[in-house]
């Protein structure tokens, strides 16, 4: 069975960086695909960023682009998101999922696309 756990979160100002970990442990050799989401209080989850685990290709929202960079340590089975300027409508739980299925799927950026998600990592940006 597959565990994805994520660290990194906590409070920062605006303007300030954090970066997000999500170690994925157990059967992660067929690994396609991780991706970062988000939900704040009252809204629905949202694609935040993924990465193609083979050739490594980024993927973004527009909100975050330029100011957030996804990352991979292939042989960890590790993936990581930095977070700089941080703005305060930036504040959400936060978690990883994983795609461990092979053939034809659906894009990154889509909750479809996983099949395993870590428990979440809030960060709080204060004003």
């Known amino acids: 069975q597959v565990q994805l756990v994520e660290s990194g979160g906590g409070l920062v100002q605006a303007g300030g960086s954090l970066r997000l970990s999500c170690a994925a442990s157990g059967r992660t050799s067929s690994t396609s695909a991780m991706g970062w989401f988000r939900q704040a209080p009252g809204k629905e989850r949202e694609f935040v960023a993924g990465?193609?685990?083979?050739?490594?290709?980024?993927y973004y929202a527009d909100g975050v682009r330029g100011r957030f960079t996804v990352s991979r340590e292939y042989a960890k089975g590790t993936v990581y998101l930095q977070m700089e300027s941080l703005k305060p409508e930036d504040t959400a739980v936060y978690s990883c999922?994983?795609?461990?299925?092979?053939?034809?799927?659906?894009?990154?950026?889509?909750?479809?696309?996983?099949?395993?998600w870590g428990q979440g990592t809030q960060v709080t940006v204060s004003s």
């Open positions: 990465i193609a685990w083979s050739g490594g290709t980024q």
């Open positions: 999922a994983a795609d461990f299925r092979s053939g034809s799927r659906p894009p990154i950026a889509t909750m479809r696309r996983y099949d395993s």
